[in-house]
C-alpha cells in the first residue's frame, strides 16, 4: 500500500524519529531543487551532489538535536548552500566565506523561464539582461522565482536584510522589463 506524503513539518518530526520512508521521501521530493540551486552556485555537478549528499547525511546523523522547522524546502535551501559555500571555500583556498560569496556568479539560462513562444532575440535579449544583472540579483530572482522563497526567507538565507531583498528584486524585474519591454516578470 503507497502511503501518500505531504512535506510539512509533521515530516521534518517523523524524520526526527527516526522514519526512514519520510527521510527518504524528502531526500527525493527536494534532491531535484536542491540540486538545480546548489549547480548554480558551484557550476560543479559533482561538487554540488556532493554538498547535497552532505547535508543529509548530517541531518539524518543529528536528526535528534534538530529543532523545529517552518519550512523543509527553505531549511534545505540554506543547508546546501552553506555547504556548497564551505567546499568552495575549501578548494578554493580561501579565507572567509564571505569571499566565496563574492565569487558566486549565479547564472540562469533564457531556456529555464517560461517564456512560451518568445523568438531567439527575444531570448537573446533576455541572456544579455540576465548577464547584465549582479551575482546576488541573479541569486535573489533564481530563489524568488524558480524556488517560490518569500522576501523574508531570502533575506535570512543569504544574510541580508529585508529591505535590501526588495531593492534588489525591484532593481533587477526593472531591468529585466527593459529587456524588449517583458512582462514575464511581475
Known amino acids: 500500500m503507497n502511503q501518500r506524503f505531504t512535506i510539512n513539518s509533521s ?9 526512514v520512508k519520510t527521510f527518504e521521501h524528502l531526500y527525493k521530493s527536494f534532491y531535484s531543487d536542491l540540486f538545480h540551486y546548489a549547480v548554480k552556485l558551484t557550476t ?3 561538487l554540488a551532489e556532493d554538498a547535497i549528499h552532505d547535508t543529509f547525511t548530517y541531518i539524518w546523523q543529528n536528526r535528534k538535536q534538530l529543532g523545529k522547522v517552518t519550512s523543509v524546502k527553505f531549511y534545505l ?15 578554493q583556498r580561501l579565507e572567509t566565506l ?10 540562469i539560462q533564457p531556456e529555464e523561464l517560461e517564456l512560451g513562444g518568445e523568438s531567439q532575440a527575444t531570448r537573446a535579449h533576455i541572456q544579455t539582461a540576465l548577464h547584465g544583472l549582479s551575482g ?6 533564481f530563489l524568488k522565482y524558480f524556488n517560490n522563497l518569500d522576501y523574508q526567507e531570502i533575506a535570512e ?9 526588495v ?5 533587477a524585474v526593472v531591468k529585466l ?5 517583458l512582462q514575464h516578470f511581475k
Open 157 to 165: 538565507l543569504l544574510s541580508i536584510n529585508y529591505q535590501s531583498v
Open 177 to 181: 522589463r527593459k529587456a524588449e519591454d
Open 11 to 19: 515530516s521534518w518530526d517523523a524524520m526526527k524519529r527516526g522514519d
Open 44 to 46: 560543479q555537478p559533482e
Open 136 to 141: 546576488r540579483q541573479r541569486e535573489i530572482i
Open 167 to 171: 531593492n534588489h528584486i525591484h532593481r
Open 77 to 91: 535551501l540554506r543547508s546546501v548552500r552553506n555547504r556548497c559555500l564551505k567546499l568552495l571555500q575549501k578548494g
Open 98 to 107: 564571505e569571499k566565496v560569496e563574492q565569487n558566486i556568479e549565479l547564472v
